[in-house]
T-cell receptor
Framework: SAVISQKPSRDICQRGTSLTIQCQVD?????MFWYRQQPGQSLTLIAT?????????ESGFVIDKFPISRPNLTFSTLTVSNMSPEDSSIYLC????????????FGPGTRLTVL | DAKTTQPNSMESNEEEPVHLPCNHS???????IHWYRQLPSQGPEYVIH???SNVNNRMASLAIAEDRKSSTLILHRATLRDAAVYYC?????????????FGEGTQLTVNP
């Protein structure tokens, strides 16, 4: 299993500002992902964080809005840039070993409110 | 990714079995069937997965139809802690790797 922590756990931000969310895992993992969960909705994959290279973004998400870093196998950051109220969501980090039969573990999430 | 269809919500009474259905009529031969659940104010957690045969673990059982076009997650004795959104997800090992594509899931309410 993997234990994942996220910082901050929640934040309230003003529109036009940026927030960086950190994800720390207690062991080295192959795959790290960032998801968004808008109020009352299901999870949507934003991107796969690749160690040592640019993240792989899903359709509808771009690097300028959601820059991602992954400097090593246990840590990643997601920045939500130039925020608007529509960015108010829970942002979740998840990890897995990469095999399709393996469990994917999720962090507790970061609850972001943009005013 | 192949699509899954689940009821929006279900109710159960505590200590009774719960059968959560999932339809996946367009499933391919390389799709694994995964179930995750999300407790209130938490990230999703793994429940169970299978390919063709029925599966049991300490949390639940997974019954897979012979044609694989549907499956059922079985909680043998529901507790209040089992109240959550349950997601049925197909993962194609040939194309999607570790990616999870979440549908809307089933909101399970457990009555005391």
């Amino acid at each position: 299993s993997a234990v994942i922590s996220q910082k901050p756990s929640r934040d309230i931000c003003q529109r036009g500002t940026s927030l960086t969310i950190q994800c720390q895992v207690d062991s080295q993992v192959t795959m790290m992902f960032w998801y968004r969960q808008q109020p009352g909705q299901s999870l949507t994959l934003i991107a796969t964080a690749n160690q040592g290279s640019e993240a792989t973004y899903e359709s509808g998400f771009v690097i300028d809005k959601f820059p991602i870093s992954r400097p090593n196998l246990t840590f990643s950051t997601l920045t939500v840039s130039n925020m608007s109220p529509e960015d108010s969501s829970i942002y979740l980090c998840s990890v897995s070993s990469g095999r399709v039969t393996d469990t994917q573990y999720f962090g507790p999430g970061t609850r972001l409110t943009v005013l | 990714d192949a699509k899954t269809t689940q009821p929006n919500s279900m109710e159960s009474n505590e200590e009774e079995p719960v059968h959560l259905p999932c339809n996946h009529s367009t499933i391919s031969g390389t799709d694994y069937i995964h179930w995750y659940r999300q407790l209130p104010s938490q990230g999703p957690e793994y429940v169970i997965h299978g390919l063709t045969s029925n599966v049991n673990n300490r949390m639940a059982s997974l019954a897979i139809a012979e044609d694989r076009k549907s499956s059922t997650l079985i909680l043998h004795r529901a507790t209040l802690r089992d109240a959550a959104v349950y997601y049925c997800i197909l993962r194609d090992w040939k194309t999607s790797g570790s990616r999870l594509t979440f549908g809307e899931g089933t909101q399970l309410t457990v009555n005391p």
